[in-house]
């Protein structure tokens, strides 16, 4: 064997070894990402403890899940909208939530706030309301 295939073969082994190491590294690394975005799906805690403030958010009639995500966040509601739009899709309430004027708490995780919002509010004639709680 001449001088320069030993040279080509080392090139070659060294390249697919480095190759080998990049793409374990990333799949680490992507294993590492999703499994915590995984966990904090079904853990997120509140962003403050017991009593926490109250924040009155407005509900737009049509609001998608992620604009309603950002305004939470923008609220200080939640800590990641994108986070509230996958636990929102998770927790079955996709294009549950009706319009109105909430009172949410920072003391209430998303799963809280997502049943306050989704919930049918009686009135006091007996009827159902579609709107927010008051």
């Known amino acids: 064997?001449?001088?320069?295939?030993?040279v080509l073969n080392i090139l070659y082994v060294c390249?697919?070894?480095?190759?080998f190491i990049v793409v374990a590294f990333s799949?680490?690394?992507l294993g590492a990402?999703?499994?915590?975005?995984?966990y904090r799906v079904f853990t997120e805690q509140p962003m403050?403890?017991?009593p926490g403030r109250d924040v009155v958010v407005e509900v737009a009639e049509g609001v998608s899940a992620h604009e309603l995500g950002i305004i939470l966040e923008e609220k200080g509601l939640v800590k990641d909208a994108n986070l509230f739009l996958i636990q929102m899709k998770l927790f079955s309430y996709p294009n549950k939530v009706r319009?109105?004027?909430y009172t949410l708490n920072t003391s209430q995780t998303a799963k809280d706030m997502l049943a306050v919002m989704t919930a049918k509010q009686?009135?006091?004639?007996?009827?159902e309301d579609g709107g927010a709680s008051k």
């Open 99 to 101: 319009p109105g004027l």
């Open 1 to 6: 064997m001449s001088a320069s295939k030993i």
């Open 122 to 127: 009686v009135k006091e004639e007996g009827k």
């Open 48 to 50: 403050e403890r017991s």
């Open 33 to 38: 990402a999703s499994y915590s975005m995984g």
């Open 15 to 19: 390249t697919t070894i480095l190759l």
């Open 27 to 29: 799949l680490l690394k």
